[in-house]
């Protein structure tokens, strides 16, 4: 049974950079989620907050949460704006030999059963006028990383297994973090956006019970491509691609469609390759408060271990100006 359970360890650990870093649908709503670069790209505190639940209907099916903050600083705020924003915050127009300081911070935690990961981080980026049109942003973000196995919420098919039991009595609980230092580039005007980041840039070393788990943790690419199409005045199409390559998994690709009605109404259809079909909405209720929810349709093998996956968002957009 140690032995077993070992083997799962390694398997989880060293696959969950290369494959789950994170799996959340409405970063369209928070790219700071995807890269740390995009901070500070709208002069506001952006604060959000998101619980996701995968397989719904699946005993130990994954949970995450998180939130996050953004801001400028070394710049002067008004408490709030009196409309919610309006389609020239979108890629504002550079004003020539302007830098902008941002920072930001997530704290992310994904439960799965017996396994549990909890990411705390902070970046700092500078954006920095290419043309009267583009900026480019880059950006450095640090991390810690907790990885956990709690052998007592282990379960097995048998009632009162005397051999799990025992393990769990006599085993220590998997438990190690590790730092991650990460890179960001973010080219934006208002009406295009390309983006690179990495995860786990660092590729740290996880060990359970002393034995150091090999591979090490794998470094993960995000690039994501989108632009704004003005249909008129007060609609517009948001249309954008998520890529995300790690060395020993399959790529993955995301393809989003966003309508953002008079900057106050917004849904999106989606479609992530050979996994799942996506649905998103959402409002502004107020000057400050937007809400979303967003619904995963399994296309794959995954649509038996559940009802698909729900996602529930809350964002605050203060001191605007």
């Not at 973000?141 to 039991?165: E, I, R």
């Amino acid at each position: 049974m140690k032995k077993l359970l070992f083997a799962i360890a390694i398997i989880w650990a060293s696959n969950t950079i290369a494959q789950q870093s994170w799996q959340l649908t409405q970063y369209t709503s928070n790219m700071y989620l995807v890269n740390p670069a995009t901070a500070g790209e709208r002069k506001m505190l952006d604060m959000n907050f998101s619980y996701r639940q995968q397989w719904l209907g699946s005993q130990y099916a994954p949970k995450t949460y998180y939130i996050s903050g953004t801001s400028r600083i070394l710049e002067p705020k008004t408490l709030r704006s009196t409309t919610v924003p309006t389609s020239a915050d979108y890629g504002e127009k550079v004003e020539k030999g302007k830098l902008v300081h941002s920072v930001g911070g997530l704290l992310l935690r994904d439960d799965f059963g017996a396994f549990s990961y909890t990411s705390i981080g902070a970046s700092y980026n500078i954006h920095v006028p290419i043309n009267r049109s583009w900026k480019l942003s880059a950006a450095l973000k640090g991390t810690m990383k907790n990885w956990v196995f709690d052998p007592t919420k282990t379960q097995t098919g048998t009632a009162n297994d005397p051999t799990l039991a025992q393990f769990t009595a006599n085993s220590q609980a998997f438990n190690d973090w590790i730092p991650s230092l990460d890179l960001g580039l973010y080219a934006y005007s208002r009406y295009l956006f390309v983006s690179y980041a990495t995860d786990q840039l660092t590729q740290g070393q996880l060990k359970f019970e002393g034995t150091t788990v090999n591979p090490a943790l794998q470094m993960t690419h995000y690039a994501m491509v989108g632009g704004r199409i003005a249909l008129s005045q007060s609609t517009h199409l948001v249309p954008s691609t998520l890529i995300k390559y790690t060395a020993s998994s399959p790529i993955s690709m995301d393809f989003n469609l966003k309508l953002d009605v008079q900057d106050r109404y917004f849904a999106s259809a989606g479609y992530r390759y050979n996994s799942d079909i996506i649905l998103v909405g959402g409002l502004f209720l107020n000057d400050m408060m937007k809400i979303g929810y967003s619904f995963d349709y399994p296309i794959n093998s995954t649509k038996t271990l559940g009802f698909g996956s729900h996602e529930f968002f809350l964002g605050l957009e203060l001191f605007k100006h």
